[in-house]
């Protein structure tokens, strides 16, 4: 994806995330609670592993050595901070990186 695509990418999405009221944290406290979510090992680990594609809840869970209360307690959390999104395709439930995760995982985890 070049530059002017991903920056509309992340306008669109930004606009939705409006749209849908999930942005509704001052920038201060968004800044906390997404600090918060990510202080957690497996949830920054989850971000990190989803990179640019969907993973299943199966998939997550089985990766990460998760039942279905924990990995959806960590999703939960990461979709409340507005890292990854939840879609569901075909009866699954798949999860993928918003361009606030994958802003995350470029611009600090690939940093390290």
């Not at 070049?2 to 201060?28: A, C």
């Amino acid at each position: 994806m070049d530059s002017d695509e991903s920056e509309r990418v992340k306008k669109e999405w930004l606009e939705r995330m409006k749209r849908e009221g999930k942005l509704t944290r001052n920038p201060t406290e968004d800044h906390k609670f997404g600090l918060k979510v990510l202080q957690n090992t497996t949830r920054r680990e989850i971000l990190i592993s989803l990179g640019s594609e969907r993973k299943s809840f199966e998939e997550i869970k089985e990766k990460f050595n998760l039942n279905d209360s924990m990995a959806n307690f960590h999703l939960n959390m990461l979709e409340d901070a507005l890292y990854i999104e939840k879609v569901e395709e075909e009866g699954k439930t798949f999860y993928i990186p918003t361009p606030r995760g994958e802003g995350y995982v470029e611009n600090v985890e690939m940093k390290k």
